[in-house]
């Protein structure tokens, strides 16, 4: 089992920068891929980024790529994103997701099987 507590979300203007973590419990933390999906008002989850267990893979969503940086630290269970540039698209519910399943970066939701509960994300034009 795991559990995931997300924090760092909040309101920013166009062009600023927020940091989310994640805090995960577990020792088998560090064989999980992590990922970070968002919610936007209205629609569904979407992908973000994820990395791998050891931290050397790191896909991107094309959406975010060049502005939002993922990372881990295996030795204290987190995980963060940090989302720079930030736009009014960015607004969102961020969710830090684990996948158990040792079958490759998942992009997809179903592709984990535990979640955080999510954080507020408001970026204003």
């Known amino acids: 089992q795991v559990q995931l507590v997300e924090s760092g979300g909040g309101l920013v203007q166009a062009g600023g920068s927020l940091r989310l973590s994640c805090a995960a419990s577990g020792r088998t933390f560090r064989n999980y891929v992590m990922g970070w999906f968002r919610q936007p008002p209205g629609k569904e989850r979407e992908f973000v980024a994820a990395i791998s267990s050891g931290g050397g893979a790191t896909p991107y969503a094309d959406s975010v790529k060049g502005r939002f940086t993922i990372s881990r630290d295996n030795a204290k269970n987190w995980v963060y994103l940090q989302m720079n540039s930030l736009k009014p698209e960015d607004t969102a519910i961020y969710y830090c997701?684990?996948?158990?399943?040792?079958?490759?970066?998942?992009?997809?939701?179903?592709?984990?099987?535990?979640w955080g509960q999510g954080t507020q994300v408001t970026v204003s034009s």
């Open positions: 997701a684990a996948d158990s399943r040792y079958a490759g970066i998942g992009t997809t939701p179903y592709e984990y099987d535990y």
